[in-house]
């Protein structure tokens, strides 16, 4: 099967997820999209295979997201893919992608809908 987590190493339900994937042995691809950063199209991409909004999508706890005015409701979607593109910390995590589709893993036990065998637990 094949998997892709964008990961965020020092976010612990990202190494959570990236510990199940790998428990199921589903090998996953690990982008660590911080250094990676994102484009406007894999962004709309993945938003559109996961069925989120920008706004659904954005990391506010632990985010510049507050101080850079992003959670008021008046700001558009093409605005927060940009500052998401700038700033890729604002982009909440992991998204896993597999052939059975793309979700933002949290609550961590989302991954589990995106596998073809549950790993052996306990985890």
Request: hydrophobic share 50%; aromatic share 4%; charged share 15%.
């Amino acid at each position: 099967m094949s998997v892709v987590i964008y990961h965020n190493p020092d976010c612990g339900t990202s190494r959570r997820v990236l510990a199940i994937l790998q428990a199921a042995d589903a090998a996953p691809v690990v982008i660590e999209y911080l250094s990676a950063g994102w484009t406007r199209a894999q962004l709309l991409g993945l938003f559109a295979a996961a069925d989120l909004t920008p706004r659904q999508a954005l990391r506010v706890a632990r985010s510049p997201a507050q101080e850079m005015g992003l959670t008021a409701p008046d700001v558009t979607d093409d605005a927060l893919l940009a500052a998401m593109v700038a700033h890729p910390i604002l982009v909440n995590r992991p998204i896993v992608c597999t052939p059975k589709g793309v979700r933002l893993c949290r609550p961590l036990e989302v991954v589990f809908d995106l596998l073809d065998t549950c790993p052996p637990g306990p985890l």
